[in-house]
C-alpha cells in the first residue's frame, strides 16, 4: 500500500503539503523536523500548543523500566537525540538531566530492582546501586527511611514540555509552517484509491499530500474518520505544581519513591524552582495516578511531604489532569496506516522520551518515502489480524 502511495506522489506538486493533526509534544516534533526538511506543513490544533497530555505529563526522560530490548533501545536513542535536538530549537527547551534515584522496601521489591539493573547493564544502560548511606550522602534534602535497595540511573532527565512545543512550533514558523489554532479537525475527504485529499476542520478544508495525526489519546475517534481502527487506550494521570524554591537536589533530575509501597511518589524540580509531582497507589504511580479530587489530592501531598519535609512550607499552586494514552500492546504506535497509504499516525505512551525520535524518524519517512528498520515492531497494522 506504501509503495502505492508513493507512485501516487509523484505527480503532485514539489513541496509536499502535509497536514499534521495536534501540537502536543509529538506533533510539534514532527512538525518541526518535516518543515526543516522542506515540507509545506500545516499545523492544526483543537486548542493551544502543549495544552492538553503534555502539558500535565512528568517528562522523565528514561529508557529504564522500558522492555523488550527493542522498545529500551529506541527510548535509548530518543534519550541520546535531545541535546541535539535542543541546540537546533535555540538551546533551552528546559532539559535537566541528573539521572533518577528509585528504590525497594520489600525483599521482593529489592530482587526486582536488582535483576532490573542486571538486565540493563547487559544492554550497556548505566545503573547503579547504591547503599542507603550513599543515597542519603546524594540527596540530603530527601528522607529515605528505609530500603532494601537504591539505585541511581545517571543518564536520564527531564524537560519542559511547554517551552519545547513552543520552540518547536516558532522554528517550525520560520520555516514556513501555517499554524492554526482553536481549529479542530471533523473530518477527512478521500479520493478513489481511498487516500485521503483534504482535512476538514471547523474552520475550512485543507487539501493535503499526507496527514499526521499526532492526537494522542484522541487518536481512536479523530483516525475513525479516515475508517482506521486504531486500539489505544487513557488512563487518568495528575500532576502537582509548586511555587518556585530553591534548589531541592543537588545531584539528581528526578526521584521515584519506592514502587512496592503504598503509595508511590515521584519528584522533579523544573528550572524556574516549581517543584513536580505525582503519585499512585498499587505498583507504579502510572498505574493508578492519585489526584482525581481533592481527598486524593491531599493523600499525595502528605506521602510528598515525608520525603520532602521542605514541602510543608510549600503550596502547591497548580493541578493538571490529563489522560495518558497507551497502546493496547503498550508499545508505540508509528508509521502509515495499512488502509488508507498517505495517514502516518505517531502514539504512544513515553511520548515525553521518544519525542525526540519520533519527529525525526517521523520526517525521514514521509519525506524520503523509506521504511526505518527500527520501526518494524511499531507499525500501525501489527493490529489486524
Ligand atoms: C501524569 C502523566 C505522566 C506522564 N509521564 C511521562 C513521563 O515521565 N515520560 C514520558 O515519556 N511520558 C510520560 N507521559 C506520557 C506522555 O505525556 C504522553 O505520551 C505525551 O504527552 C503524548 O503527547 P501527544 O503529543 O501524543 O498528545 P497530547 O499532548 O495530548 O497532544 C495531542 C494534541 O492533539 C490535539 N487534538 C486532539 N484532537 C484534535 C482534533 N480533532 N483536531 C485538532 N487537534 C486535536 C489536542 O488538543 C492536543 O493538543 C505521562 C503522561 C501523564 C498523563
Not at 46 to 55: H, I, R
Not at 111 to 125: D, P
Not at 184 to 208: D, I, M, N
Request: aromatic share 8%; charged share 15%; with cysteine.
Amino acid at each position: 500500500m506504501v509503495l502505492f502511495w508513493r507512485t501516487y506522489w509523484g505527480h503532485m506538486s514539489e513541496k509536499k503539503q502535509i497536514v499534521v493533526v495536534g501540537a502536543g509534544i509529538l506533533g510539534a516534533s514532527v512538525a518541526v523536523h518535516l518543515a526543516e526538511a522542506g515540507a509545506a506543513v500545516t499545523l492544526v490544533e483543537a486548542g493551544e500548543p502543549g495544552m492538553a497530555t503534555s502539558a500535565v505529563s512528568f517528562a522523565w526522560l528514561n529508557a529504564f523500566s522500558k522492555r523488550p530490548f527493542h522498545y529500551h533501545d529506541l527510548n535509548r536513542r530518543s534519550m541520546q537525540m535531545w541535546d541535539g535536538l535542543a541546540r537546533r530549537l535555540g538551546g533551552d527547551v528546559g532539559l535537566t538531566w541528573g539521572g533518577n534515584l528509585l528504590w525497594a522496601v520489600t525483599e521482593a521489591g529489592a530482587k526486582a530492582l536488582q535483576a532490573r539493573v542486571a538486565q540493563l547493564h547487559a544492554w550497556g544502560y548505566p545503573a547503579r546501586l547504591l547503599t542507603l548511606d550513599e543515597a542519603r550522602a546524594l540527596e540530603p534534602k530527601l528522607v529515605i527511611e528505609q530500603a532494601t535497595a537504591v539505585c541511581h540511573a545517571p543518564n536520564e532527565g527531564h524537560v519542559d514540555t511547554a517551552r519545547f512545543i513552543r520552540a518547536c512550533v516558532e522554528t517550525a514558523v520560520t520555516h514556513g509552517t501555517t499554524v492554526h489554532t482553536h481549529t479542530q479537525v471533523v473530518g477527512f475527504e478521500k479520493g478513489v484509491r481511498g487516500e485521503l485529499t483534504a482535512v476538514v476542520t471547523s474552520k475550512g478544508t485543507l487539501p493535503c499530500d499526507t496527514v499526521v495525526l499526532a492526537v494522542g489519546a484522541d487518536t481512536p475517534a479523530i483516525a475513525s474518520l479516515a475508517g482506521v481502527e486504531v486500539p489505544v487506550y487513557h488512563t487518568f494521570g495528575a500532576t502537582f505544581y509548586t511555587e518556585p524554591l530553591s534548589p531541592v537536589f543537588q545531584t539528581v533530575s528526578s526521584v521515584h519513591t519506592a514502587a512496592d509501597s503504598e503509595m508511590q511518589v515521584a519528584f522533579r524540580q523544573l528550572p524556574d524552582g516549581t517543584l513536580v509531582f505525582y503519585g499512585g497507589s498499587h505498583g507504579t504511580a502510572a498505574d493508578r495516578s492519585l489526584g482525581r479530587d481533592e481527598a486524593e489530592v491531599a493523600q499525595v501531598f502528605a506521602q510528598a511531604k515525608t520525603f520532602l519535609p521542605l514541602l510543608h512550607n510549600a503550596t502547591i499552586q497548580e493541578i493538571r489532569r490529563g489522560r495518558r494514552p497507551i497502546p493496547q500492546d503498550g508499545l508505540p504506535i508509528i508509521g502509515f496506516a495499512d488502509t488508507v497509504p498517505n495517514l502516518y499516525l505517531t502514539t504512544m505512551h513515553s511520548g515525553v522520551t521518544l519525542a525526540a525520535l519520533t519527529g525525526e524518524f517521523a520526517a525521514i519517512e514521509i519525506m524520503h518515502e523509506t521504511e526505518i528498520e527500527l520501526l518494524a515492531p511499531y507499525r500501525p497494522g501489527r493490529f489486524i489480524s
